[in-house]
């Protein structure tokens, strides 16, 4: 099942080591694509019209698909729901051996979900230039639901499980402690392999119909997890150049999209991430029998969807999107209006300039010195303490708005939401709820588990925006420069 070593592997200078992070978390992704391909054929058809529509915005621009790197051809994304914390560790570690680190921490309790999670993800400049692949993580937590009968039995069910067979937990084991050197490149197809075991789908749940009809009671999620042996992977990203176009062709090929599109609304300068997927597909499953006899059943869960990210923006700018979001949101439900134009008309508050977002402080920026003006700084007569405005209007140094990497909470409560099956598609059913205090103790309980602090986000950005600044200044030989007012 491992696909061939990719073309864009890791390693810059020779063949990639096999168990070089970001080498294996690229041969992961193709895996799991093919895999999810098989499993969801929808999902294929999403894929096609991704390219049909990214050829053609391509063709506008004089380019074509080839002209993209290979790891734009890569998913973006996937998400898993996992059951016990036990599940979370070894997922982390697992994930770990990938390059992929938690960053960020998403409190699901704040839109009436039993879970919280992280995504995992590359952290350094240099793995995500190789491979952005990242995975939504949740884990359920038994303590948000309700009924202490229905608790007892999601935590007994999930106490037998086994994701994770003995011998992915050796390789996960050696890869840790041991010289990678010692581990063959069989070994990493053995872990590519025994990884994809974890994310598989099963059409046989676990349980009788009546236990999983019992728990989806008492919420569609907790069934999800609960009743199946594997923590399957609910949907797979790409990313695309025109998200609008990929909606009106996924509605214009039949394909079941959902209403709205997530985020903010069609800008000229991006911003976060944008996505909408089709919704999740009613799927055959067996259930345990009472006695000997299976019985037939449905459960709806798996979906695809796909993203177009922006910029990532300061915590200034994203209060600013926060509260506008929250403004749209209120707009639309006391107006009943067309949200999406609702969404437009609030968010033409939001700067739409490069320069102005970068002078107000709302989006991050990657700072270079302009190759050719190395050697040539002193006849600028720059010395000391100089301000960054003056470095770009002079062409010394060159910016580019850094890529949002993560998520965001109220889309992705739009994400689970359209595809619980059954319920209402739509933003106005999302309601906020103030849990902060309460998620900063329940953060605190999925860093205790991952035995690490889960980085802030925009605390990442602000450092690949720093670090950029000093290489400039170290580049240039001043003793400061300044961003800012
Ligand atoms: C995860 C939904 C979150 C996104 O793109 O916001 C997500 C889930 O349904 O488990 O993937
Ligand atoms: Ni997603």
Not at 21 to 27: E, I, Q
Not at 72 to 98: D, K, N, P, Y
Not at 179 to 187: G, I, M, Q, R
Request: net charge negative; charged share 25%.
């Amino acid at each position: 099942m491992p696909s061939a070593i990719p073309q864009n592997g890791s390693a810059l200078h020779g063949e990639p080591k096999p168990w070089d992070p970001d080498h294996l978390r690229t041969r992961f992704v193709q895996a799991l694509s093919e895999m999810y391909r098989t499993e969801v054929p929808l999902y294929g058809k999403l894929v096609d019209v991704v390219n049909q529509v990214d050829t053609t915005t391509l063709q506008s621009r004089g380019q074509s698909l080839n002209d993209l790197p290979s790891r734009f051809q890569l998913e973006r994304h996937g998400a898993i729901r996992l059951g016990t914390q036990q599940e979370m560790r070894m997922i982390s570690r697992l994930f770990a051996v990938m390059g992929m680190f938690p960053v960020g921490y998403y409190d699901l309790k704040m839109v009436g979900f039993p879970l919280h999670g992280t995504a995992f993800r590359p952290q350094t400049e240099e793995s995500l230039q190789k491979n952005p692949f990242r995975v939504f993580t949740t884990v359920l937590r038994p303590d948000l639901i309700s009924s202490p009968e229905v608790r007892k039995m999601a935590t007994s069910i999930l106490s037998t499980r086994q994701l994770f067979s003995s011998r992915l937990i050796e390789l996960i084991d050696q890869a840790e402690t041991s010289a990678l050197a010692n581990l063959t490149a069989e070994d990493a197809n053995n872990l590519i392999t025994k990884s994809l075991k974890i994310f598989k789908w099963h059409s046989r749940s676990s349980v009788p119909l009546e236990t999983y009809l019992t728990l989806k009671k008492e919420h569609p999620m907790v069934a999800d997890i609960v009743c199946f042996p594997s923590a399957h992977i609910n949907h797979l990203t790409p990313r695309t150049l025109d998200i609008d176009a990929v909606q009106a062709g996924m509605i214009s090929q039949g394909l079941p999209a959902k209403d709205h599109i997530e985020g903010p609304p069609k800008r000229k300068c991006e911003i976060l991430l944008r996505q909408t997927s089709f919704k999740a597909l009613e799927e055959r499953v067996t259930f345990a029998g009472d006695a000997d006899h299976a019985v037939d059943g449905t459960h709806t869960a798996r979906f695809g969807e796909v993203e177009q990210r922006g910029a990532a923006v300061t915590r200034k700018g994203r209060e600013l999107y926060d509260a506008l979001l929250a403004k749209a949101v209120g707009r639309s439900e006391k107006e009943d209006k067309d949200s999406d134009k609702v969404l437009k008309e609030v968010f033409a508050e939001y700067p739409d300039d490069w320069e102005v977002l970068r002078r107000e402080g709302l989006v991050y920026f990657r700072y270079r010195v302009a190759e050719d003006k190395v050697p040539v700084a002193g006849a600028h007569k720059l010395e000391g303490s100089v301000h960054m405005d003056r470095l770009l209007k002079e062409g010394v140094v060159t910016c580019e708005p850094i890529t949002y990497e993560d998520f965001l909470p109220f889309s992705a409560a739009g994400i689970f939401t359209s595809n619980l099956g059954g319920e209402k598609d739509g933003g106005t059913e999302r309601k906020l709820q103030k849990t902060e205090e309460e998620s900063k103790r329940s953060r605190v309980q999925l860093e205790g588990l991952l035995g690490r602090k889960i980085p802030s986000e925009i605390d990442l950005y602000n450092e690949l925006q720093t670090d950029s600044v000093k290489e400039c200044q170290a580049l240039l030989g001043l003793s400061e420069i300044v961003l800012g007012a």
